[in-house]
């Protein structure tokens, strides 16, 4: 269907031509003899939409996650620990949205089963395997990422892990391992993220997942765990300043009790039963629930959003 036989306010006249634009960046890449990327060309909206939950707005010249500023496309991603979990439903979103997603995780089959159902929902992802908290593994991802994608414009910082103990039965090792996962992989990914310049009109972010206990506390123990948690809202409210000076954003996501494997490990199924009984909107949070969150700090609707913590809780804490 040729672009010019459509009425100008028909919306897939917008998206014939955007298809047109994203070939020719291909051959552009192409020409360059840049080795072909394992990720594919964005796709075009039609095929995107018909995949999405965020139909096109019919009525209006545009789409209506163009017209509130939700719209990711042309935009490059980074999850951290996206091969299950939360990560993974973020991973899906950002692409949903539009953007090219570079997925992470220490386990390689995870990263790339994520990548798969990405392109599976006509999206596009690349796979960015490593361990956050190795400084060699963190250079590779953002190598991976520039070379495929041509660098990272939304950092999401959610690879964690959890142990359960309290305090007497941690060994320094356990602490070490955890304060290096939790915090020192969001030292290293920050740090790599600041050492890129900022794609011109990209709206830089930086999306960390915090968690409820660095307000509250945790409840079993797990100093480890809620210490690295403060940490990192710490990290990201000292970033943000220095951080806005090259027009980039940087904010946290406060999960509060969300049903993933995590959980379900660390609190089994008695815990977790007891744990919804305390969230006042009456369920656990869903993977979907942070994905929306995060979506909404990475777009231009949060343009003007930096050094916040953003609850995702259901009321389970409500700080003053
Ligand atoms: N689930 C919850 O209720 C909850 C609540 C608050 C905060 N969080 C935070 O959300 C994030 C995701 O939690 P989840 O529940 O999806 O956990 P999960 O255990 O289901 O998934 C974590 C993912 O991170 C990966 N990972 C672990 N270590 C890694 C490393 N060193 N490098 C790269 N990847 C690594 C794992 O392989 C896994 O795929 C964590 O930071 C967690 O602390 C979760």
Request: proline share 4%; glycine share 12%.
């Amino acid at each position: 269907m040729a672009q010019r036989n459509l009425p100008r306010d028909n919306p897939l006249r917008r998206w014939l031509h955007d298809d047109r634009r994203h070939a020719r960046a291909w051959r552009r890449h192409r020409r360059r003899g840049l080795p072909a990327p394992s990720v594919q060309a964005p796709v075009s909206a039609p095929f995107r939409w018909s995949v999405d939950r965020y139909p096109p707005c019919r009525s209006g010249k545009d789409n209506l996650l163009v017209n509130l500023g939700f719209d990711l496309a042309g935009r490059t991603a980074l999850v951290t620990g996206a091969g299950q979990g939360l990560g993974r439903a973020i991973a899906l979103r950002l692409a949903s949205a539009g953007a090219n997603v570079a997925v992470n995780d220490i386990d390689a089959a995870a990263a790339q089963n994520a990548v798969d159902e990405i392109v599976s929902k006509a999206g596009a992802g690349i796979a960015a395997p490593g361990d956050v908290s190795a400084a060699q593994d963190v250079a590779a991802m953002f190598a991976v990422a520039t070379q495929a994608m041509g660098g990272v414009d939304i950092l999401v910082i959610n690879a964690g892990i959890v142990r359960g103990q309290t305090v007497d039965e941690t060994s320094l090792d356990d602490w070490n391992h955890v304060l290096a996962v939790n915090l020192g992989g969001a030292f290293l990914c920050t740090k790599a993220m600041l050492a890129q310049s900022v794609r011109p009109g990209s709206g830089g972010r930086i999306v960390m997942i915090g968690s409820v206990v660095a307000h509250q506390g945790t409840i079993h123990g797990w100093a480890h765990y809620g210490a690295s948690k403060s940490g990192l809202h710490g990290l990201a409210k000292s970033i943000a300043r220095p951080a806005a000076r090259t027009g980039m954003t940087v904010n946290v996501v406060a999960p509060g009790v969300i049903r993933t494997d995590m959980l379900a490990d660390n609190h089994g199924e008695d815990g977790v039963a007891a744990l919804a009984e305390n969230v006042p909107l009456g369920r656990l949070g869903e993977p979907e629930d942070i994905a929306a969150a995060v979506h909404f700090l990475a777009s231009d609707a949060a343009r003007y959003i930096t050094g916040a913590v953003l609850d995702v809780n259901g009321g389970f804490y409500i700080r003053a």
